[in-house]
């Protein structure tokens, strides 16, 4: 089991940019397909993108994409995402967790594919 820890979450406008951070406890996170998932309010928890254990593949919700990046450094033990032309419809709670079984691209963003979770971090967007 791996802890997480997020961070980087913050209230921006309409437009803006924020990168979020993820730290995890063991080295063994570079073994793990990991990705960014958020939970809107009054909405089920969606995957926002994935990335693979060596960092060169990665997967998009269609909502995200061309704005939101994910990347990771195995050498740090750290996830991150970079999320540029914010929309207030990218509000939420945004979590980082942790996935030890390659997956079909259909079951690659379902929150039930993810064992381990962090606590999240929020970002609000206003208008």
């Known amino acids: 089991q791996v802890q997480l820890v997020e961070s980087g979450g913050g209230s921006v406008q309409a437009g803006g940019s924020l990168r979020l951070s993820c730290a995890a406890s063991?080295?063994?996170?570079?073994?793990?397909?990991m990705a960014w998932l958020r939970r809107a309010p009054g909405k089920e928890r969606e995957g926002v993108a994935r990335?693979?254990?060596?960092?060169?593949?990665?997967y998009y919700a269609d909502s995200v994409k061309g704005r939101f990046t994910i990347s990771r450094d195995n050498a740090k033990n750290a996830l991150y995402l970079q999320m540029n032309s914010l929309k207030p419809e990218d509000t939420g709670m945004y979590y980082c967790?942790?996935?030890?079984?390659?997956?079909?691209?259909?079951?690659?963003?379902?929150?039930?594919?993810?064992?381990?979770w962090g606590q999240g971090t929020q970002v609000t967007v206003s208008s």
């Open positions: 967790a942790t996935d030890q079984t390659p997956r079909p691209l259909w079951s690659a963003l379902n929150p039930n594919s993810y064992n381990d």
């Open positions: 063991s080295s063994t996170m570079s073994t793990y397909y």
């Open positions: 990335i693979n254990p060596r960092g060169d593949g990665t």
